[in-house]
């Protein structure tokens, strides 16, 4: 509603000021602080909502018995790191895909990856 407010009041002040440059001047000025303004409001919006969703998360892996502690804190990895256990997770994802068909390599795998994420996201053994 103030939006439609504000439209109406520029499509009404340009006739009487007679699209001067000081009123294009004015307009565009409150124009850039108004975008400037709604800018750090969404990106602030948008930090909160990811704090909150990643406590939520962090909640869950707490409440979750077989949940690793271990992966509270993937956030404070590097890309490297992240990047590897992306990978691991991958050929875990691949091996419970195969599990029907035999094989038991994935095993091998999984044993791999748990020792990895609790090593890098134990801040004691870094």
Known sequence: MTGLGIVLLWIVTGPLFNFSD????????????????M????????????????????ELLRAVSQAR??????????????????????RLHDWESRK?????QGVVENTQLVKEVEHVSDPETS
């Open 39 to 58: 800018v750090f409001l969404i990106q602030n919006t948008q930090n909160r909502e990811a704090e909150v969703t990643q406590l939520k998360l962090d």
């Open 22 to 37: 000081t009123w294009q001047l004015i307009i565009n000025t409150g124009t850039t602080i108004v975008t400037f303004l």
């Open 69 to 90: 502690t271990s992966m509270v804190n993937l956030e404070e990895l590097s890309e490297e790191e992240l990047e590897r256990l992306h990978e691991e997770f991958r």
């Open 100 to 104: 029907n068909g035999g094989g038991h």
